[in-house]
């Protein structure tokens, strides 16, 4: 079998993380069988669906890398397409026209409820097409679904799935304007692009039999069916924006690597083991559906921002210093003068949980900062600060090279001419270039920074030590 999948999302929003687990999830399947993905845009509501929608969702799928094989497919190109089949349904007898205005609907719905029965469609016009139709009404379109057996599926996720034909009732599938609705374009959509493995949410679970049930009715066996479990909050309930349910895109905004959140994905549902790492190449050779789990899962903000630490250490330094430049770009930093970033880069990658967090905390190698932290003043700035730091200063100005060995050498040669430890001389000296209490080791730290901003920023540290009233 040549394996198909697809995902096939609404433009009604942006990609957020459900709708990501299932394009990974479909994109590995296709992968992993050698086979084939597609994307397929369905846009048939059209109050809802928005171009900006359409360009979130693929540039969310371009950020994470999910490139589609086939595609994008718009099912608003395809109307032409749908309303053959739907006549072809009428033809075969497999749909008819029903004529029943809201009112009577509503009024149906109304009396089912007062009778703790399930509203559902009682299929009044299904036998009643020779009838002279009511004038006035445009009428929509309802598939004759069968009245007896079963559905099965053998999901692949959940095992065997049986569902009673008496509790599906007459769905619509073209509308009263003759716009198909979802049902109906989602199974002629599978057909013509012959997809044979659909992975989605368990949301559908309601949908699948009404669309096998279409799709043998047109003649076709249906393809099997993955349907994955739901993301939980932390709190149990179904994941929102109040857990951090945003836009994929968001998680780039915020800092994170597109390697930690596809990491993260995948760890969604599935496992192989105990194993939390995985590169994009050892997904695709250890996935499986069998392996996903029936429960589903909670997304856990802690685990992912680990993950993405983890990148952070250990992706290819140009490859960081790539997905940085959004960033730079964002908080208007620029490093076209000053260290190589990805020097910088090398530096900061052990205490940097977010790219942005990274830019933050690396603005003083190429920017001359304001003031100094208030804390680190009071805890480091002393009455002998500035004359320590001045011996510091004419060390440095004596050297010929500046490179971290011998502005260590500096440093230690300072601490000897004022008999003290270097726990002593090296935090103030910190304060003193970078502004704060925190850096990469301060030999390195100075080395970036450069041999006439650090000494000019000592310099100044110093004008404002003595400043100070002690």
């Not at 996720?157 to 009732?169: A, C, F, P, Q, Y």
Request: proline share 4%.
């Amino acid at each position: 079998m040549n394996v198909r999948t697809r995902f096939a999302p609404s433009p009604t929003g942006y990609l957020h993380i459900g709708g990501a687990r299932t394009a990974l999830f479909s994109w590995l399947y296709a992968r992993k069988m050698g086979g084939t993905f597609i994307l397929r845009i369905e846009d048939t509501d059209r109050e809802r669906s928005t171009q900006a929608s359409v360009d979130a969702i693929l540039e969310g799928m371009a950020w994470l890398d999910l490139g589609h094989d086939e595609g994008p497919f718009y099912q608003t190109h395809r109307f032409d397409r749908y309303a053959e089949v739907i006549q072809q349904l009428v033809d075969s007898g497999h749909a008819y026209r029903c004529y029943c205005s809201k009112e009577e609907l509503e009024q149906l719905r109304e009396g089912q409820m007062a009778r703790k029965e399930k509203p559902r469609y009682d299929g009044r016009w299904r036998d009643r097409q020779d009838e002279t139709p009511p004038a006035g009404v445009d009428p929509v379109i309802r598939f004759r679904n069968p009245q007896t057996g079963v559905v099965d599926i053998d999901d692949l996720v959940r095992g065997k799935i049986t569902i009673s034909n008496e509790e599906l009732d007459d769905l619509i599938i073209a509308r009263s304007d003759g716009t198909p609705t979802y049902n109906l374009t989602v199974v002629v959509d599978d057909i013509d692009m012959q997809v044979t493995h659909v992975i989605r949410g368990d949301d559908h679970i309601n949908n699948t039999p009404r669309q096998i049930n279409i799709m043998r009715a047109l003649g076709y066996e249906p393809p099997k069916f993955a349907h994955l479990p739901m993301i939980l909050g932390s709190d149990g309930q179904r994941l929102s924006k109040r857990h951090g349910a945003v836009s994929v895109m968001q998680y780039r905004d915020d800092g994170f690597t597109p390697q930690a959140l596809l990491n993260y994905l995948v760890r969604l549902g599935w496992s192989n083991g105990d194993q939390e790492i995985f590169s994009r190449e050892e997904m695709i050779e250890l996935f499986s559906l069998e392996a996903v789990n029936r429960a589903p899962s909670a997304f856990n903000t802690d685990k992912l921002l680990w993950l993405n630490q983890h990148y952070i250490k250990t992706l290819p330094v140009e490859e960081l210093a790539a997905q940085l430049q959004w960033h730079l770009q964002e908080q208007q930093l620029d490093v076209s003068t000053g260290p190589a970033l990805t020097d910088v880069i090398n530096a900061q990658r052990e205490r940097a949980k977010t790219l942005v967090e990274m830019v933050a905390i690396s603005r003083y190698f190429y920017e001359d900062f304001a003031d100094f932290e208030e804390t680190a003043v009071q805890k480091q700035f002393k009455a002998d600060t500035a004359d320590n730091l001045q011996i510091v200063h004419d060390e440095f100005a004596a050297l010929s090279v500046w490179m971290a060995e011998p502005i260590h050498g500096a440093i230690q040669a300072a601490c000897e001419k004022l008999g003290l430890k270097l726990g002593k001389v090296g935090p103030p000296l910190r304060v003193a270039v970078t502004g704060g209490a925190s850096s990469p080791s301060i030999d390195i730290t100075l080395e970036l920074i450069g041999r006439e901003r650090s000494l000019a920023r000592i310099q100044r540290a110093i004008s404002f030590i003595r400043a100070i009233v002690f």
